[in-house]
């Protein structure tokens, strides 16, 4: 499967990633766009023209009293990811825009970690024991690396500490683009592996 997109036009999703939230639904002005998304649940995507968009958010089944109104921009040729991060009462969208994965060579993985866990502390994100990124703050995603494809073992630690809050695996395959999200309230935190639709993108 390859998606093809134009400099006029980007593919969107969206990502519940709000602990203490109920499921929810999502309309770009009064037109529902996902239902029913529950924490850690990502949506289809979806193509929309490049421009700003008002993207409310419900508790599911419901149309009075959004939970956040907030407007998005989405520039032209892009994947995004639109997360909605924080608690109930303090909740932001946060769009994060998807590597190009043009240039990704033969035998290599290309992955990013996100930091969505409202509660916890700046963080360090060790793979196979060696440091790959550090100082991680909330909402905060990291550049993306270029690793050889294959098995890690992901550890996440109190940034500048030896106490980890999040051990997980995760499994790279071969010329794929990965974002990582650190999700959920300490000590209840889970590492969701996520394969980044721009690795099925090709730019008209």
Same mark, same amino acid.
């Given at each position: /499967?390859?998606?093809?997109?134009?400099?006029?036009?980007?593919?969107?999703?969206? #990502?519940?990633?709000?602990?203490?939230?109920?499921?929810?639904?999502?309309?770009?002005?009064? /037109?529902?766009?996902?239902?029913? +998304?529950?924490?850690?649940?990502?949506?289809?995507?979806?193509?929309?023209?490049?421009?700003?968009?008002?993207?409310?958010?419900?508790?599911?089944?419901?149309?009075?009293?959004?939970?956040?109104?907030?407007?998005?921009?989405?520039?032209?040729?892009?994947?995004?990811?639109?997360?909605?991060?924080?608690? #109930?009462?303090? #909740?932001?969208?946060?769009?994060?825009?998807?590597?190009?994965?043009?240039?990704?060579?033969?035998?290599?993985?290309?992955?990013?970690?996100?930091? +969505?866990?409202?509660?916890?502390?700046?963080?360090?994100?060790?793979?196979?024991?060696?440091?790959?990124?550090?100082?991680?703050?909330?909402?905060?995603?990291?550049?993306?690396?270029?690793?050889?494809?294959?098995?890690?073992?992901?550890?996440?630690?109190?940034?500048?500490?030896?106490?980890?809050?999040?051990?997980?695996?995760?499994? +790279?395959?071969?010329?794929?683009?990965?974002?990582?999200?650190? #999700?959920?309230?300490?000590?209840?935190?889970?590492?969701?592996?996520?394969?980044?639709?721009?690795?099925? /993108?090709?730019?008209?």
């Amino acid at each position: /499967m390859k998606i093809r997109l134009d400099m006029n036009t980007s593919y969107i999703r969206v #990502l519940h990633a709000a602990p203490n939230a109920p499921a929810v639904d999502v309309y770009a002005g009064d /037109m529902i766009l996902f239902s029913n +998304l529950t924490f850690e649940q990502f949506s289809s995507y979806i193509p929309v023209p490049q421009g700003s968009y008002t993207i409310n958010v419900y508790i599911a089944g419901t149309e009075e009293n959004s939970v956040i109104s907030q407007n998005v921009d989405v520039p032209g040729g892009s994947m995004i990811t639109v997360a909605s991060t924080g608690n #109930l009462n303090n #909740l932001t969208l946060v769009p994060y825009i998807e590597s190009n994965p043009r240039n990704l060579q033969d035998g290599k993985s290309r992955v990013r970690a996100i930091h +969505l866990s409202p509660n916890a502390p700046e963080v360090d994100i060790y793979v196979n024991g060696n440091e790959m990124f550090s100082d991680v703050e909330f909402r905060e995603a990291t550049d993306y690396i270029d690793v050889n494809y294959g098995e890690y073992r992901i550890e996440v630690k109190v940034a500048n500490t030896d106490n980890i809050v999040l051990s997980s695996n995760v499994n +790279l395959k071969d010329r794929k683009v990965y974002s990582l999200y650190v #999700l959920g309230d300490v000590p209840n935190l889970t590492l969701v592996q996520s394969l980044d639709g721009c690795t099925y /993108m090709l730019m008209q």
